[in-house]
């Protein structure tokens, strides 16, 4: 529990760390608080979600699962309950969103907190579809299993 508040505290107070220097090329407070806000609404989306997942007792093991609806069961016979299989390229997926929107946010937050430091230099961002391009690698062997399993005829 003190872990957490700690945890809690230097989120909360983390921006003020920038507050602590008075020369001519930072920003204003008021501008240190707009860059650092795609930081602090990521983390108040993953803190609501996390609880709220957590009261509805949903794990992770949960969403990995593979759930297609099932064939219906011929006539006479008694349906049958497969098991959930967990797919592993959900879960790369997964990590892979989740590593991109983290990395998204700390450029943003990057970008915008450079802006407002020295707004007459120009930003060189021709190189970050290559970033972009890259973080959507991940989803590929997800978009590949479902794919195949879509083109795979039901015997």
Known sequence: MKTKKLLLGAFLFSPFCCFAETAQDHPTNAETWIA??????????????????????????DLLEEKDPATPPAAGQAPVATP???????????????????????????????YFSNPSQKIDISNLTSVIWGLGIGVLPYGFNKASSAIKPNS
Do not use: D
């Open 36 to 61: 650092f806000l795609p930081v602090i609404f990521f983390f108040l989306i993953l803190l609501i979600t996390t609880v709220k997942l957590r009261n509805n007792k949903v794990s992770l093991a």
């Open 84 to 114: 959930a299989q967990q797919s592993v390229s959900r879960f790369i997926a997964f990590l892979t969103g989740l590593v991109a929107l983290t990395i998204g946010v700390c450029i943003t937050t990057f970008y915008m907190y450079s």
